[in-house]
């Protein structure tokens, strides 16, 4: 008997469908433990980013409980290290615990990639100002189980991320410089500097974002610590015009970084709380408030403690005028004394400010301040026995200081504005305290 074989296709689809299945199977497996890998490392990253950010806000408050304040900075400060702890309540520990409310053990050790550790920074330059801060960093690595991936892979789906909180402390506007002028174009603003007089900055240095000029005789002395120097952004910044004066030490040019934004914002007060007072033309008392103008031109004033919002000028030409714990707000006019005029103005204190801020709304540490967007003028001239304390700050104006009509010897100031001018024939001595100023508080980012 012969057989006869017939070819036939049948069979294959079964085939097909075993390949097809095969390979659905591999998208699926694939589908399912990747997304499982995603959704934990994304957990895990909320985690890390929780941990970093619970424990440098323990340390912000840490620093600032402690009035840890950028000038007195040092990384073998005790309260920094008690800042930084895994004991107590300092970053690490709090860290530890955020982390392990999210079902992840962390230890002190880092080098494993899976732990927590607070690092302090001390003196890192960047040209422009000196970097001092607190890096919470945290780790985290963990294994996925996964529902296929095992049947072909042996080794683990691991995951490891990172979170870097940075913690900066208290610190004066414009890391502390006294005289700093904001303006990024020289034909725009800078700092001048003018007339036969000495300028002596003493607890602060010089700082413009652009460009830095002395004429005349003028001498320029920045007394303070090694921090403190004379300083411009942009290429030879520094013209001296042929002054013949002596100007110490000598300016560091070209450091190629202007000051960040976020280090010389001064919120605008809120001036809709304060009462409607008017026109203040001489009557003696002069309550906190709202004001259209404020003009003296003789006799005696003296300012409550509080807030005053100025719609338009406030010119103090001639008179003896006082006021403790005021802060001058000018919306879009100029401030204005005279050096025909004694005028003892105070800033209220820049930490603890209690009643006068509380109360009246006037500005922790701030004495005189130009609205953003006012590019009109602060002019502080005095007699000898006038006396300026605080921050004076035209964010968008000029500042000038000083005179030929002017006594004033010295200032407990800091000022800060797009353009600042120092003249006049009589020896000038501006005196920062970061104490006495506008400080913005401890603060925390997300860095990493």
Not at 119 to 125: D, F, I
Not at 206 to 227: A, K
Not at 254 to 271: M, S, W
Not at 311 to 335: L, P
Request: aromatic share 8%; glycine share 10%; proline share 5%.
């Amino acid at each position: 008997m012969i057989r006869k074989f017939i070819n036939t296709e049948k069979g294959q689809t079964s085939v097909l469908l075993a390949l097809a299945f095969i390979g659905l199977l591999g998208f699926t497996a694939l589908a399912v433990d990747g997304g499982m890998v995603y959704a934990n490392r994304r957990h895990m990253q909320n985690a890390a980013d929780a941990a970093s950010l619970a424990g440098g806000s323990a340390a912000a408050l840490y620093l600032e409980n402690h009035y840890v304040i950028y000038r007195d900075w040092s990384c073998s400060d005790l309260r920094v290290i008690r800042a930084m702890s895994n004991s107590t309540n300092g970053a690490e520990i709090i860290a530890v615990n955020s982390a392990l409310t999210n079902d992840y053990s962390l230890d002190y050790d880092i080098s494993d990639k899976h732990g927590v550790d607070a690092k302090c920074v001390q003196g890192a330059s960047n040209g422009s100002w000196i970097e001092r801060y607190i890096d919470v960093k945290t780790y985290i690595t963990a294994d996925t189980p996964t529902a296929f991936a095992h049947f072909v892979y042996s080794g683990p789906l691991r995951n490891t991320v990172e979170a870097v909180a940075r913690v900066f402390p208290r610190v004066p506007l414009a890391y502390g410089n006294a005289i700093v002028a904001l303006a990024k174009d020289c034909d725009l603003g800078g700092i001048e500097f003018d007339g036969s007089n000495v300028v002596s900055v003493t607890g602060g240095g010089i700082f413009s974002n652009s460009c830095i000029d002395t004429r005349g005789g003028v001498s320029v002395n920045v007394y303070g610590t090694s921090d403190d120097n004379i300083s411009c952004v942009l290429p030879d910044c520094y013209d001296d015009h042929g002054s013949t004066g002596v100007v110490s030490p000598a300016p560091i040019e070209n450091t190629g970084v202007p000051l960040p934004p976020e280090t010389y914002h001064v919120p605008p007060p809120d001036c809709t709380v304060l009462p409607y007072r008017g026109n203040y033309n001489g009557d003696g008392k002069i309550e906190y408030g709202r004001y259209d103008t404020i003009r003296i031109q003789n006799g005696d004033h003296k300012f409550d403690p509080g807030l005053f919002c100025v719609t338009g000028d406030v010119e103090i030409n001639g008179g003896i005028v006082a006021g403790s714990d005021v802060t001058f707000y000018v919306v879009n006019g100029d401030f204005h004394t005279s050096g025909n005029a004694t005028s003892s103005i105070i800033a209220p204190p820049a930490n603890n400010c209690g009643p006068p801020c509380d109360t009246f709304f006037a500005m922790p540490g701030v004495l005189v301040y130009l609205s953003p967007g006012n590019t009109n003028e602060v002019t502080l001239l005095g007699t000898e026995d006038s006396v300026f304390r605080g921050l004076v700050y035209a964010p968008s104006g000029t500042i000038q200081a000083g005179g030929t009509s002017s006594l004033m010897r010295e200032i407990y100031t800091q000022l800060i504005g797009n353009d600042v001018k120092v003249h006049g024939n009589t020896n000038v001595v501006v005196t920062f305290n970061d104490k006495l100023v506008y400080q913005i508080p401890a603060r925390l980012e997300l860095n990493k």
